[in-house]
């Protein structure tokens, strides 16, 4: 089994160790077990280390069954001797979350009796799921409480306990691990079994800020960001802020009231060109009307018109069609074309066998009764839809 240095040590980076097997990994890539290694592997809701191993690259650490690590390599390591350095800046990043993580949990336990049921360790925010659910004020509490270790700088450290002296301590949470375990204690605070990698003193966290919060199961699962993490979440928010305001033109506490007022502007404006478009529409159906083609039983305004959708075209259809002895045939342009076919209660014209004409000849579908019809998706020219429309129409 390999010595884990990381479990007495999370800030040892640099050590040397022999190979004692080579094995491929399961993607195929080759693999080292080491007497001895300081490289994370994923577990616990923890992400892998990264960093070197001789002249080779370690692209993943995975915990195998009979507890040796298997160390992913981008290529072969000749020598058994070996060299590894891990990369400092992700593993500060996985302490500072993860001893975060045990702090904020301990905070939420403490302050509003909320267990945590899971953690994970993303690659930009992670998360705890508490068993209960939690509103905003309540875990602003838990922020306020857990941020107070953090700056109170308390020693964080780890002791080993077999079975029966750990039934004996106040475990945060029971472990399901049996044989010696792995305590880590944040002092007066918090003692929970743990295999993580963890700062040596809660100021190391920096600080840590709860990035959103949502129901989960019967619970509430929290997005929570410590340390570098929550520095660059600082920044990414004060930049969409600034570039908020500055599209808005006013100060970032201006900004809800701003959009507040787009959107009330907007929806004035909507309002208004509706009225204007209904306005036009009947000038519109006018004009057609007037220049109707004198047909055998009613008069027809066939015509392809730019600028309209489907729902504009229906208002001018129905609006010719309320003259008595009227038909309308009506295509949007550019395609793909709406089509509305409408006729007078007077007249005995078929629009869903007309629509279902043009649809046939032109593509695009719709359907309709036999006084108004319409659809949409046509794809003939102007000019063929026209004369295809107007024989029909029994006015070619
Ligand atoms: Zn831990």
Redo the contacts with the bound molecule.
């Keep these: 089994m390999t010595e884990r240095l990381y479990y007495h040590d999370s800030s040892l980076i640099e050590f040397d160790a022999r190979i004692v097997r080579r094995i491929a990994a399961p993607d195929g890539r080759p693999g080292a077990i080491l007497d001895r290694t300081a490289f994370y592997p994923t577990s616990?809701?923890?992400p892998f280390d990264t960093g070197t191993l001789g002249t080779a690259r370690v692209l993943d650490v995975i915990e195998q069954e009979d507890g040796d690590l298997l160390h992913v390599l981008d290529a072969e390591v000749e020598a058994d001797a070996v060299h590894g350095a891990v990369e400092w800046g992700r593993r500060l990043d996985h302490m500072q979350q993860?001893?975060g993580?045990?702090v904020l949990s301990a905070a939420f336990d403490r302050v509003l009796g909320a267990r945590t049921e899971s953690?994970h360790l993303g690659v930009d925010a992670s998360t705890i799921d508490l068993g209960r659910e939690v509103s905003a004020d309540e875990a602003a509490a838990a922020e306020d409480e857990a941020n107070r270790i953090v700056w109170a700088d308390r020693p964080v450290t780890i002791r080993f306990a077999d079975a029966a002296e750990a039934a004996g301590l106040r475990l945060r949470k029971e472990s399901a691990r049996g044989g010696t375990l792995r305590l880590?204690e944040v002092a007066d605070f918090d003692l929970?079994a743990?295999?993580?990698?963890?700062v040596a003193r809660t100021g190391t966290i920096g600080i840590i800020a709860i990035a959103g919060i949502e129901r989960f199961k019967s619970g509430s699962r929290v997005e929570f960001v410590c340390g570098g993490r929550a520095l660059r979440s600082h920044r990414r928010l004060r930049d969409i802020v600034a570039g908020t305001g500055k599209l808005l033109s006013v100060a970032p506490h201006e900004i809800a009231a701003s959009i507040e007022r787009v959107q009330a502007d907007a929806k004035e404006l909507r309002r208004h060109v509706k009225d204007l478009q209904s306005r036009l529409a009947g000038h519109e159906a006018a004009a057609l009307a007037a220049a109707a083609l004198a047909g055998p039983a009613y008069r027809g305004s066939i015509a392809v018109l730019e600028g309209w959708d489907a729902q504009g075209l229906k208002q001018i259809a129905a609006a010719i069609a309320s003259h008595p002895g009227h038909l309308a045939i009506l295509m949007s342009a550019p395609p793909p074309s709406s089509i509305v076919v409408a006729r007078s209660a007077d007249t005995t014209f078929d629009a869903a066998a007309a629509l279902k004409q043009m649809v046939a000849r032109f593509g695009g579908k719709g359907g309709g009764r036999p006084e108004l019809a319409q659809g949409g998706g046509l794809t003939g020219s102007p000019d063929d839809m026209l004369a295809f429309a107007r024989t029909l129409a029994g006015l070619a």
């Design positions: 616990g809701g923890q993860h001893t993580q045990h953690f880590i929970s743990c295999g993580g990698t963890h």
